[in-house]
T-cell receptor
Framework: DTAVSQTPKYLVTQMGNDKSIKCEQN?????MYWYKQDSKKFLKIMFS???????INETVPNRFSPKSPDKAHLNLHINSLELGDSAVYFC??????????FGSGTRLTVV | DQQVKQNSPSLSVQEGRISILNCDYT??????FLWYKKYPAEGPTFLIS?????DKNEDGRFTVFLNKSAKHLSLHIVPSQPGDSAVYFC?????????????FGKGTHLIIQP
């Protein structure tokens, strides 16, 4: 039973399209995150949600919007996709002990 | 502005020997440090962590050392095993109780040779 699951694993889409990546955690954690790993392999935080409240929003374009219908889900919506959005996106959840659990990643390719 | 730096992109170690992975940081507000291990096509998995009030934490074959004055930490794996071959990320957290997320280094690809 996967602790943090995200779908799809691979996503290939054309520029200008709108797409969503889903994430679910069954660990009962209070906070969920989205990280982006770019072509230079840096893992950078994009968003975090704690009890449905956005508590971090790094310098991410507003084409990216997190949606959290409940504590166990944090979906990532991306509008008007651009070539530079191609990356691997990781969902994660974390409790108070800093032991974040990551999903297996979604490789997004914009063509 | 890289606040967490892993200056060795790769490291090759013979099986049975000690692997030492290094990490430097610049932000003195970091108070918690973690190491993650990542296999291809998988998400990072938590390995070991250390609070800034400690200088050493050990868990089985893995030991993390923290030198606050030098803003340096290292991960020691002994003895190294073939299954240890992976990318290792150093990460740091501020005092926001974990809600601030983690700042990651670029990773070091550890290769264990038989």
């Amino acid at each position: 039973d996967t602790a943090v699951s995200q779908t799809p694993k691979y996503l290939v889409t054309q520029m200008g399209n709108d797409k969503s990546i889903k994430c679910e955690q069954n660990l009962g954690h209070d906070t969920m995150y989205w990280y982006k790993q770019d072509s230079k392999k840096f893992l950078k935080i994009m968003f975090s949600y704690n009890n449905k409240e956005l508590i971090i929003n790094e310098t991410v374009p507003n084409r990216f919007s997190p949606k959290s219908p409940d504590k166990a889900h944090l979906n990532l919506h991306i509008n008007s996709l651009e070539l530079g959005d191609s990356a691997v996106y990781f969902c994660a959840s974390g409790g108070s002990n800093y032991g974040y659990t990551f999903g297996s990643g979604t490789r997004l390719t914009v063509v | 502005d890289q606040q967490v730096k892993q200056n060795s992109p790769s490291l090759s170690v013979q099986e049975g020997r000690i692997s030492i992975l290094n990490c430097d940081y610049t932000n003195s507000m970091f108070d918690y440090f973690l190491w993650y291990k990542k296999y291809p096509a998988e998400g990072p998995t938590f390995l070991i962590s250390i609070s800034s009030i400690k200088d050493k934490n050990e868990d089985g074959r893995f030991t993390v050392f923290l030198n606050k004055s030098a803003k340096h930490l290292s991960l020691h794996i002994v003895p190294s095993q073939p299954g240890d071959s992976a990318v290792y990320f150093c990460a740091a957290s501020g005092s926001g109780g974990g809600a601030d997320g983690l700042t990651f280094g670029k990773g070091t690809h550890l290769i264990i040779q038989p």
